[in-house]
């Protein structure tokens, strides 16, 4: 069975940081591309990054870059997201989700498992 863990989310003020994990488990890494996404309440879900096992190939959408890190301890299977120099507008549900394939995918529905999403509130 495959899960992706979500963690790290929390409160915290503008101009902080944060470190979310994806902790993955069921499937063999370093065929899938692990990708971050966030969706806030009234708004559509949005592609934040993603990190491909297969060629280290990295992608960040244009709200986070510069501001958000990527990266990934292939040993023990989980990705981590980092963030600082958070906004308000970053406020959303963050959410982990894995595809089987080559390089970094973009698009939610590219995607084929999901985790339970953890919270991140930025109070300015």
């Known amino acids: 069975e495959v899960q992706l863990v979500e963690s790290g989310g929390g409160l915290v003020q503008a101009g902080g940081s944060l470190r979310l994990s994806c902790a993955v488990s069921g499937l063999t890494f370093d065929d899938y591309a692990i990708g971050w996404f966030r969706q806030a309440p009234g708004k559509e879900r949005e592609g934040v990054s993603c990190f491909s096992s297969s060629d280290g190939s990295t992608y960040y959408g244009d709200a986070v870059k510069g501001r958000f890190t990527i990266s990934s301890d292939n040993a023990k299977n989980t990705v981590f997201l980092q963030m600082n120099s958070l906004k308000s507008e970053d406020t959303a549900v963050y959410y982990c989700?894995?595809?089987?394939?080559?390089?970094?995918?973009?698009?939610?529905?590219?995607?084929?498992?999901w985790g339970q999403g953890t919270q991140v509130t930025v109070s300015s």
């Open positions: 989700a894995a595809v089987e394939g080559y390089g970094c995918y973009v698009e939610a529905y590219e995607f084929d498992y």
